[in-house]
């Protein structure tokens, strides 16, 4: 069995980033491309509302530049956020020519737009309600059949290796022979998502940890504005279904649906004048402080006044789901309340994807690129993907030639390891994470809870790091040490920021400063 494998490019992560980029390059070098699970579990997998892209002559790029600069809470770069708005439609025709396929009018004769959150019009490309399923499957189909690129499945990064100052690969877990090999490369790129899994509830699969984050941490990246977590207003309410972990789509807010108390009145215009098409962090704050005022387990998402076709044919996924858990939102409401959903703040990167470590690129949801700014506009994450992979593309091509693989490598060392009998210590540690988080470092913050999270984190990572340097790793051990990285650069990043901005809203300061806003940097030395 091979200990050592070698490439041009190694990519690590498998959804709409990692394999846009993958394709894009798989004519000019060898790719090798690293997936946590099976290639096609991942965020981008889950993705229910769709592309946000100027296609419509009634819309503009500079509406769209507009929408999502005012909805980044005054943190957007807007340079970042022109380059990804007029790239938009030239990346979507890209995608279009892979194969994907979106849902188009009656007469087929243009593709239908949706409104989704923050946006001023109709400009949310989708495939029914089920667009990260299509981007996912079509990318994934063609880049498994392409012989430049070598997929890895339960291929999980551990650490990244740096050597003459640069990054020249990673070592990685190999799930299936339980042993960690390495991977040389020219260029190492993450592309592993966010870290909304941090959090007790998400809307997130199981994959999204963090790990890109952490592993660039400890590499010494940047990591920027990891305070700011997206909580998204609408995941479903059911206990059974693992505490609500299915998102039910912005795109019903933007077709009519509305939030409802359980008397049945709207509680959204009180909150504010765009009332159920207010951006994110305001619906998700108004959600939870009806919550908390009136003492409900949840509040109600009303789209049955809208024919009962139109629902189901527009969002099948979320018809049928919500049937299967028994709710016919055709004839009801759906009970909803906000769970973790996307990370805005990551490892900082450029216009072309690159980090401030020679030949370490990253590519979405893993990034700080500053199109989100303090708060993500819906349905911008698959046009940043899109965007950055075709940027990071054309400067790797162009730089590829002149960089020499470094196959001299360490191997990884695990001779001092034993194996554990004790592996409740692990979930044990995890579940308290989670929960810690939720509680503490959630949509509403204060100072105190800031401290009782910090708190805890100083004493838990001692105790993962112990257990780490003693035992032979396995994923569940992966992913908890960079759980408690990710952790602790969020509630970090959150003490710096002595204001209240986009998503962060903290009790101590719930004004936005008069000052110019800066980013929140964080550098490990």
């Known amino acids: 069995?091979?200990?050592?494998?070698?490439?041009?490019?190694?990519?690590?992560?498998?959804?709409?980033?990692?394999?846009?980029?993958?394709?894009?390059?798989?004519?000019?070098?060898?790719?090798?491309?690293?997936?946590?699970?099976?290639?096609?579990?991942?965020?981008?997998?889950?993705?229910q509302g769709g592309v946000a892209v100027v296609m419509s002559d009634e819309d503009s790029i500079e509406s769209h530049i507009a929408d999502?600069?005012?909805?980044?809470?005054?943190?957007?770069?807007?340079?970042?956020?022109?380059?990804?708005?007029?790239?938009?439609?030239?990346?979507?025709?890209?995608?279009?020519?892979?194969?994907?396929?979106?849902?188009?009018?009656?007469?087929?004769?243009?593709?239908?737009?949706?409104?989704?959150?923050?946006?001023?019009?109709?400009?949310?490309?989708?495939?029914?309600?089920?667009?990260?399923?299509e981007l996912e499957v079509t990318l994934a189909d063609i880049a498994t059949a392409s012989p430049n690129i070598k997929i890895y499945e339960r291929f999980i990064a551990v650490d990244l290796i740096k050597k003459y100052n640069r990054c020249v690969g990673a070592y990685v877990y190999d799930e299936k022979h339980k042993r960690v090999v390495t991977f040389s490369a020219k260029i190492v790129v993450l592309a592993t998502g966010g870290a909304s899994r941090v959090y007790l509830y998400s809307s997130n699969p199981d994959v999204s940890i963090g790990d890109g984050i952490a592993m660039a941490w400890r590499l010494g990246a940047t990591i920027a504005n990891m305070e700011f977590n997206q909580f998204h207003p609408t995941v479903l309410h059911h206990p059974p279904a693992k505490g609500g972990s299915f998102l039910i789509s912005e795109a019903l807010r933007g077709e009519g649906a509305l939030l409802k108390l359980p008397n049945g009145e709207r509680f959204m215009p009180e909150y504010d004048k765009r009332a159920e098409l207010a951006p994110r962090d305001i619906v998700a704050r108004a959600i939870d402080d009806i919550i908390k005022r009136h003492g409900l387990p949840h509040v109600l998402l009303d789209i049955s006044h809208k024919p009962a076709s139109f629902i189901k044919k527009h969002f099948p996924t979320i018809y049928n789901k919500c049937l299967a858990y028994g709710f016919d939102i055709t004839k009801e409401p759906i009970p909803v309340v906000p769970a973790a959903h996307y990370t805005c703040g990551g490892v900082k990167i450029d216009l072309n994807g690159k980090t401030d470590i020679p030949n370490l690129y990253a590519i979405g949801e893993v990034t700080c690129s500053g199109l989100h700014g303090a708060n993500r506009m819906a349905s911008n994450s698959l046009l940043e993907c899109l965007v950055f992979a075709e940027s990071a593309s054309e400067?790797?091509?162009?730089?590829?030639?002149?960089?020499?693989?470094?196959?001299?490598?360490?191997?990884?060392?695990?001779?001092?390891?034993?194996?554990?009998?004790?592996?409740?210590?692990?979930?044990?540690?995890?579940?308290e994470i989670r929960k810690f988080m939720w509680d503490y470092v959630g949509i509403v913050r204060s100072n105190k809870r800031l401290e009782?999270?910090?708190?805890?984190?100083?004493?838990?990572?001692?105790?993962?790091?112990e257990y780490y340097g003693n035992f032979r790793?396995?994923?569940?051990?992966?992913?908890?040490?960079?759980?408690?990285?990710?952790?602790?650069?969020?509630?970090?990043?959150?003490?710096?920021?002595?204001?209240?901005r986009g998503l962060h809203y903290t009790l101590d300061y719930p004004q936005k400063l008069k000052t110019k806003p800066k980013n929140t940097s964080l550098k490990n030395k």
Request: some cysteine.
């Open 1 to 47: 069995m091979k200990k050592h494998y070698d490439t041009d490019v190694l990519i690590i992560g498998s959804g709409a980033a990692g394999l846009g980029l993958a394709l894009r390059l798989k004519d000019h070098c060898r790719v090798a491309l690293l997936a946590k699970d099976t290639v096609q579990e991942c965020s981008t997998l889950y993705a």
């Open 68 to 133: 999502t600069i005012d909805a980044g809470a005054g943190l957007c770069n807007p340079k970042v956020v022109r380059f990804a708005v007029e790239r938009g439609p030239k990346a979507v025709q890209w995608l279009i020519n892979q194969g994907a396929h979106f849902t188009t009018e009656k007469d087929n004769a243009k593709y239908h737009l949706t409104r989704e959150g923050g946006h001023t019009h109709r400009r949310v490309l989708h495939a029914a309600d089920a667009t990260g399923h």
């Open 395 to 431: 400067e790797i091509i162009n730089n590829l030639a002149n960089i020499k693989l470094i196959n001299e490598i360490k191997p990884w060392d695990e001779s001092w390891v034993k194996d554990s009998s004790d592996e409740v210590f692990v979930s044990h540690n995890w579940d």
């Open 452 to 465: 009782r999270a910090e708190h805890r984190i100083k004493i838990l990572k001692k105790e993962i790091q």
């Open 473 to 500: 790793i396995d994923r569940n051990l992966i992913e908890l040490r960079n759980l408690i990285v990710v952790a602790d650069l969020i509630v970090r990043s959150a003490k710096q920021r002595r204001e209240s």
